[in-house]
Nanobody
Framework: EVQLVESGGGSVQSGGSLTLACLVC????????LGWFRQAPGKAREGVAA???????LYADSVQARFTISLDNARKTLYLQMDKLKTEDTAMYYC????????????????WGQGTQVTVSS
């Protein structure tokens, strides 16, 4: 059974940085896509960034050039480096797993973590 456990959320001021981590347990597939999503109160879950097993990455326009997704295969951990944070980045952040090709469409994902809260204040 695939389990995804997020960590690293917290509160930060606008312009600051945070790094989220997602420990991926029980995943045996050689071909995969792992992604980060977020959901603010009253809004739909939206894709933020994803990385596939072939190394391809995909970012939402709203985070392009500010966020960086990476995967440490040895530690089985997915990361999201978030820089130049804005108040509109405030949300619960989730990691999820899917199949290739790289995608940030929520319906394409089958497994989800419990989420970690990110709050950005002005």
């Amino acid at each position: 059974e695939v389990q995804l456990v997020e960590s690293g959320g917290g509160s930060v001021q606008s312009g600051g940085s945070l790094t989220l981590a997602c420990l991926v347990c029980g995943y045996t597939e050689d071909f995969y896509t792992l992604g980060w999503f977020r959901q603010a109160p009253g809004k739909a879950r939206e894709g933020v960034a994803a990385i596939a097993s072939d190394g391809k990455t995909l970012y939402a326009d709203s985070v392009q050039a500010r966020f960086t997704i990476s995967l440490d295969n040895a530690r089985k951990t997915l990361y999201l480096q978030m820089d130049k944070l804005k108040t509109e980045d405030t949300a619960m952040y989730y990691c999820g797993s899917s199949n290739p090709p790289v995608t940030i469409r929520s319906p394409d994902y089958g497994y989800w973590g419990q989420g970690t809260q990110v709050t950005v204040s002005s």
